[in-house]
């Protein structure tokens, strides 16, 4: 009956090592109010200098979605009154962004769509209210942070394609290295701006904010949330009385939205340049350089397939993070088989990382991953052998490899004649089925490697075995 009409505001901190109009520190995590000084404080006679690393990222990330660059722009005052922001007005990109355009393709079950961006523009952060029972402190680190509010157009049409498209958003932000884009942190959160239409109509009806999401998870839910209010207000007529103009908190604990204020327009922020700051003038060198962005996840996808054979579905494992991807190249880089790769970098290892461990905290390195896959591929273990040799390395990654292999005693023998007379014990203990073999049974090889093999507890090389049984038979 209805059609969702979904716009996105995400607003991403980049990671320069200072702030955007001032030289202090954006480290994360640092004691309250320590990385402060008189510009961040907007002390009276305090300046903004502008921070040229910000502006050279933010034309990354416009060369990464096919954008516009503006080679001018310009910084607006937004003003509006928050304890956490110290002036009493943002310092915004408003009618001049530094990107402007531009496109994601997404893939929801299997269909790919054009999602349309409207915008790409540096701002600042503001600070972060702390709030205990009886009263509230700021701690105004991370105001000044560099911030780039990416604005998507109003194309996506349920919260499965937001959460798409906020995926893809910080896949290409994590590749381009300009942002750690850390969800828990809150340096890449969004604002979903969701309504509803009869369908067949075109017409943009009232639009509600759900302010602050950080968790993929709460944005798909808070979406779903207000889509199904709002429907139930329409089907019982009181969607004029109901549905108007807000920003709305999603409870996460009740999994509600709940109204916070009456949402703004522009007019009512009052922008205008800001006279402390001059044009951004972008140079052919600065644009030169910036545009020179590095291979994204949907190149390597292309790539992993047609250089190394892998499926679509493993490439897109393998890029599912920055951090996957790294290692998966340092492992094909030291000259291991790709397939190799794949089965002990997803299957395995990735298995095996629980409780919040990723593989970029793995306790196992790609150089550690190097020397243990090289043990499998020369024959010194088997495949079985190095599950346990694995299992004992995510307890003691210290330990060396081959010293592992020694402890627990499972290097394979491929010593000739060590296997040699165990096939002859074999075949001589089983001639009648020797006779079947040679009278065209060729299944009972695989007895027979297997007979060897269990004799051998496991300890045999199984190429070993397929080739000197072989020899013997013939």
């Not at 700051?277 to 996840?297: C, H, Q, S």
């Not at 000259?335 to 970029?360: A, D, F, M, Q, Y």
Request: aromatic share 8%; charged share 30%; with cysteine.
């Amino acid at each position: 009956m209805f059609e969702v009409v979904i716009g996105l505001e995400v607003h991403t901190q980049l990671n320069t090592k200072t702030k955007i109009f001032c030289s202090c520190s954006t480290s994360f995590g640092d004691e309250a109010n320590t990385h402060v000084c008189p510009t961040c404080l907007a002390l009276p006679g305090a300046l903004p200098v502008l921070n040229k690393e910000a502006v050279k990222k933010a034309i990354s990330f416009g060369a990464a979605i096919n954008a516009k660059i503006n080679k001018k722009s310009v910084f607006n005052r937004k003003n509006y009154f928050y304890p956490d922001l110290p002036k009493a007005y943002q310092i915004s990109q408003f009618e001049i962004p530094i990107v402007e355009g531009g496109e994601l393709i997404i893939d929801v079950n299997g269909e790919k769509k054009r999602i349309g961006i409207t915008r790409a523009h540096l701002e600042e952060d503001a600070g972060k209210n702390i709030h205990e029972s009886d009263h509230s402190l700021v701690d105004l680190n991370r105001a000044g942070t560099p911030l780039l509010e990416i604005v998507s157009e109003p194309d996506l049409r349920s919260s499965d394609e937001a959460v798409a498209y906020l995926k893809k958003l910080h896949s290409i932000l994590r590749f381009l290295n300009i942002s750690d884009a850390n969800m828990q942190e809150g340096s890449f959160r969004c604002d979903a701006n969701v309504s509803i239409r009869p369908k067949g109509d075109s017409k943009l009806y009232t639009r509600v904010e759900i302010k602050n999401l950080n968790s993929f998870k709460f944005i798909q839910k808070a979406i779903d949330y207000e889509v199904e209010r709002q429907s139930a207000a329409w089907e019982d007529g009181k969607y004029d009385e109901e549905v108007y103009q807000e920003t709305r908190l999603f409870d996460t604990t009740n999994l509600v939205t709940r109204s916070m204020r009456g949402k703004e327009d522009s007019a009512e922020y009052r922008y205008f340049p800001d006279p402390d700051l001059l044009p951004v003038l972008v140079d052919k060198a600065m644009y030169d350089e910036a545009i020179k962005i590095p291979e994204l996840a949907d190149e390597k996808v292309v790539r992993y397939q047609k250089e190394f054979g892998i499926k679509e579905d493993d490439a897109l494992n393998l890029v599912s993070t920055i951090e996957m991807s790294r290692y998966f190249e340092d492992l094909v880089n030291a000259k291991i088989s790709p397939k190799l790769c794949v089965t002990w970098l997803l299957v395995e290892l990735n298995g095996r990382l629980k409780n919040g461990v990723t593989i970029e905290t793995s306790p196992i390195n790609s150089n550690k991953m190097i020397e243990f896959l090289k043990r499998i591929e020369d024959g010194t273990i088997s495949g079985k052998a190095g599950k346990e040799v694995l299992d004992y390395l995510m307890e003691h990654p210290d330990e060396d490899v081959d010293t592992v292999i020694e402890k627990l005693g499972l290097k394979q023998v491929s010593d000739d004649s060590a296997i040699v007379a165990i096939i002859d014990q074999i075949l001589a203990a089983n001639a009648d089925k020797v006779a079947e073999y040679k009278a065209g049974k060729d299944k009972m090889f695989g007895f027979f490697v297997g007979q060897v093999m269990k004799e051998g507890k496991g300890a045999f090389n199984p190429a070993k075995v397929n080739e000197l049984l072989k020899s013997r038979l013939a």
